[in-house]
């Protein structure tokens, strides 16, 4: 897909929210899903890889009784997989009938991927189903879906960090940059 830019010789890395941004903005998101869970338990489905380390922080912010589960999808943006469609290649471990759901996204970008397993969980009866998104790239688009919390929405930027790659690294930078190829000299 042309979002992902080639792999730059060097890489500039600019700060877009920094670890204490990021921090504020997810107390901040766990407050209003605990405040609208209004005591009930809920599930949380975290979308592997990019939203392990937003489902760990976003967990520990929502203080109610909650359980983890995961599901991770075939990248259509591989290159691979020319159809736009996206596999599950990895599906829930625990049945959610009767569970309120959060879907717990690191980036809410074409929403083909969060169409798909929107779908995909509505057909296992969940009692509802919400979606918290750390970032939102509403002008990229493809498909209609919200995500009910939203931790920031950002420009058509490549970013990484805080759980998102480039080619599998970065996802371990404690905070949210945006990669940009130097041209060279
Ligand atoms: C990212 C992100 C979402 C998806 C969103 O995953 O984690 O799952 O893209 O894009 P969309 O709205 O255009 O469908 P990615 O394919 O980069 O895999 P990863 O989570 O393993 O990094």
Redesign the pocket.
């Given at each position: 897909m042309p979002d992902q830019p080639e792999f730059p010789a060097t890489e500039n890395l600019r700060v877009l929210f920094s670890r204490q941004q990021i921090h504020a903005r997810v107390q901040q998101m766990g407050r209003q899903i605990r405040e609208d869970l209004r005591g009930e338990s809920v599930v949380l489905v975290g979308?592997?890889?990019?939203?392990a380390i937003f489902l760990a922080d976003l967990a520990r912010a929502i203080d109610v009784d909650c359980t983890f589960d995961f599901v991770?999808?075939s990248?259509?943006?591989?290159g691979t997989n020319s159809s736009g469609a996206?596999q599950l290649i990895k599906d829930l471990a625990e049945p959610i009938e009767g569970r309120h759901i959060i879907v717990v996204?690191?980036?809410?970008?074409?929403?083909?991927?969060?169409s798909f397993l929107q779908s995909h969980f509505e057909r296992h009866k969940p009692r509802s189903i919400r979606i918290a998104a750390l970032l939102d790239?509403p002008s990229?688009?493809?498909?209609p879906i919200q995500a009910h919390y939203i931790g920031f929405s950002i420009p058509n930027e490549f970013v990484i960090g805080y759980?998102?790659?480039f080619a599998e690294r970065y996802?371990n930078l404690p905070d949210i940059r945006i990669l940009e190829p130097i041209p060279p000299k």
């Open positions: 979308v592997l890889k990019g939203a991770a999808v990248s259509y943006k591989s996206v996204e690191d980036i809410l970008d074409t929403g083909i991927t969060l790239k990229r688009r493809l498909q759980g998102m790659d996802r």
